[in-house]
């Protein structure tokens, strides 16, 4: 009988010691280094409310990209409308990633799961802190190819709109033509960004599509 008692205690000991030592790896990785790291951290705030919009004659279309920070360490929500003469949508993507050297790497995963695309993009701060610029990169449904596209996004601050960043920058306008010359070509930029913006129409379009 003593050694059934003693093989019992034994085991429950045991038990006991695996989850006190599963508790406090819990509590050491998911809430004290956390809070160390974000107390020893001295560089760039990312944290907050960021936006940036896609105008042209067929569709218009908003980006809102919520992030929070902890050190290096990113998380948030992503939230993309879409709207043309036919539908409108929106998607909503969980956001994952880290900051690195003025740079944020961001992961985009659908909060729905029926949706097939995902994406991701490096973004430099720019402006002073106020501007995250830089390539988005998604999985194209219409052609089932990745795509990639300018970003620019605008820091939010106080929920007060300072300003609103287009995703894609608008070509630059051609100089005016000689009298006696013929009108220049449009510029090798411009007909990227016309592409990117297609593209990003296209996409979406054919995103919302596949959601409805």
């Not at 990633?97 to 909060?111: A, S, V």
């Not at 998604?138 to 620019?152: G, K, Y």
């Not at 009298?179 to 510029?187: E, H, L, M, N, R």
Request: glycine share 8%.
């Amino acid at each position: 009988m003593d050694y059934l008692a003693q093989a019992v205690l034994g085991i429950v000991t045991g038990i006991l010691t695996t989850v006190i030592l599963f508790l406090i790896k819990e509590l050491w990785v998911k809430t004290i280094r956390p809070y160390v790291e974000e107390i020893r951290y001295k560089g760039v705030s990312v944290a907050g409310l960021w936006r940036g919009y896609s105008r042209d004659e067929f569709h218009d279309s908003d980006a809102t990209l919520f992030v929070e920070q902890s050190a290096q360490k990113i998380s948030g929500t992503f939230s993309f409308r879409f709207r043309n003469p036919e539908k409108q949508f929106v998607l909503e993507y969980q956001v994952t990633g880290y900051l690195w050297e003025g740079y944020l790497t961001l992961n985009f995963r659908p909060k729905d799961r029926a949706i097939t695309t995902s994406a991701m993009a490096l973004l430099k701060i720019a402006g002073g802190g106020n501007s995250l610029v830089g390539q988005f990169c998604f999985r194209n449904v219409e052609i089932e190819a990745v795509t990639a596209i300018h970003m620019n996004l605008a820091r939010q601050h106080d929920n007060v709109i300072l300003r609103t960043a287009p995703l894609v920058p608008p070509p630059a306008a051609p100089a005016a033509p000689a009298s006696t010359s013929p009108a220049p070509a449009t510029s090798a930029h411009a007909q990227d960004t016309l592409v990117q913006d297609a593209q990003l129409a296209q996409n979406v379009a054919g995103e919302g599509r596949n959601h409805g």
